[in-house]
């Protein structure tokens, strides 16, 4: 990957309503989507104004400033931190000789590298269709600058100038599907229920350490990079906590502010795995300026999928690189680690059992010798606290807890005292 050459970018943003340190966290994460979509950041063209222009985004004075700073620089690429309507585009095109993409089309080239699945890459083929739709009409001569690269990974190597009710005809295919992937995982998940797991999910800001994490506590190989979305697919691995139980864990795809509606639509299905949980661990990257409007972005996000309800624990990582003006919200219950560290990780599983039992019954129970499925599945299926074999009984005495409506509670009644 480092040998291919790097696309020439000149990134523009647009400041509205925002202070100056929030819209320079904005252009600096549209900077590293742009890196991690390889591409080289050439310049950055700003402008302040009380409302983006309806034609062209930014004013006409500051359109002439980028065709000359495009006539000195011979970008590939023009990147806009804000979602173009389809005139803006056009107009914008007949101006400029590269390509005109926008922040919404650069994220969904991103997705378009890192789906691994064929639901992923299915759900991305649609997003990128849905986007495009509208402003394929009237765009014969720029959508002929289409070619591989930033923004047109994907469907955007078809020829989309093409018929648009094929378009639509292979929306209402992909749907479909869809559809019966939503199914199958929706047995797999049943199948999940009826062997009564706890299920946990990561969820998290782009980049915010997710996937270390999740490598280092289920010992699996998710994609592990330092890139934004590094992980795309959902993956679900077992997670055993210190007394030895069994939970299930799944990492999720990064979230990130004004991620694309599309986007929102198409991936909610994955993240219907999030809605699934018993508990959320929220990751936060506390080496991060912009830590706290990450945070605030990763609730709304939730609160806008009907997840906001899920019991939550906060783990700020990256603790050794940690912001000087770091401060942990008050209002959550959270720990600070750095999942390169083993004990911090010791101790958020501590933390992570301490939870489970919260949402766990417990019980006392008397188990005889020759129950020997029975105490197997305590061990293995029950949180245990204590677990001793009393001789002159044959009997073992267990004291832990188990999931309210797991089928092994019927088997514990019948012994406990």
Do not use: W
């Not at 942990?328 to 390169?340: C, K, N, Q, R, V």
């Amino acid at each position: 990957m480092k040998n291919e050459s790097l696309e020439k970018v000149i990134l523009v943003g647009c400041q509205i309503d925002e202070d100056d340190l929030r819209f320079q966290y904005s252009l600096g994460e549209l900077g590293e989507l742009t890196e991690t979509a390889r591409g080289q950041v050439s310049a950055i063209l700003t402008q302040k104004r009380e409302s983006v222009h309806p034609g062209t985004y930014i004013g006409k004075g500051k359109v002439e400033e980028l065709v000359l700073l495009e006539e000195e620089l011979e970008p590939d690429i023009i990147i806009f931190n804000d979602e173009l309507s389809p005139s803006q585009i056009r107009n914008l095109s007949k101006e400029l000789q590269a390509r005109v993409i926008d922040r919404t089309q650069l994220i969904l080239d991103i997705f378009a590298q890192r789906a691994r699945s064929r639901e992923g890459k299915l759900q991305v083929e649609l997003a990128q269709l849905q986007y495009l739709l509208p402003r394929l009409i009237g765009q014969g001569a720029s959508l002929s600058r289409l070619g591989g690269g930033i923004g047109t990974r994907g469907p955007g190597e078809t020829k989309l100038e093409s018929d648009r009710r094929h378009i639509h005809r292979r929306i209402d295919d992909i749907k479909k599907q869809l559809q019966s992937i939503v199914g199958h995982r929706e047995r797999y998940r049943e199948r999940r229920k009826r062997n009564k797991s706890f299920q946990i999910a990561l969820v998290g800001y782009t980049n915010a350490g997710k996937s270390t994490l999740f490598n280092r506590i289920s010992s699996a190989d998710s994609y592990e990079e330092n890139q934004l979305f590094a992980t795309l697919d959902p993956m679900t691995r077992k997670l055993s906590l210190p007394s030895g139980y069994s939970t299930l864990i799944t990492d999720t795809v990064g979230f990130i502010q004004d991620l694309p509606t599309t986007l929102i639509a198409a991936f909610r299905s994955t993240l219907e795995e999030v809605r699934e949980a018993d508990l959320l661990l929220h990751v936060v990257d506390s080496s991060n300026p912009d830590y706290n409007q990450h945070e605030t972005t990763v609730q709304e996000l939730l609160k806008e999928l009907d997840m906001a309800g899920l019991p939550q624990l906060t783990v700020y990582n990256k603790r050794d690189k940690i912001d000087a003006d770091f401060v942990p919200g008050s209002d959550s219950d959270h720990i600070l680690i750095s999942a390169l560290d083993e004990r911090d990780l010791s101790d958020l599983l501590v933390r992570i059992e301490k939870l489970v039992k919260k949402q766990m019954i417990s019980y006392h129970a008397f188990i005889p010798a020759g129950e020997g499925k029975l105490l197997s599945q305590l061990k293995s299926e029950t949180i245990l606290n204590k677990l001793e074999f009393i001789e002159e009984r044959e009997t073992y005495e267990l004291a832990g807890f188990h999931l309210e409506d797991h089928p092994v509670a019927g088997s514990i009644k019948k012994f406990q005292r």
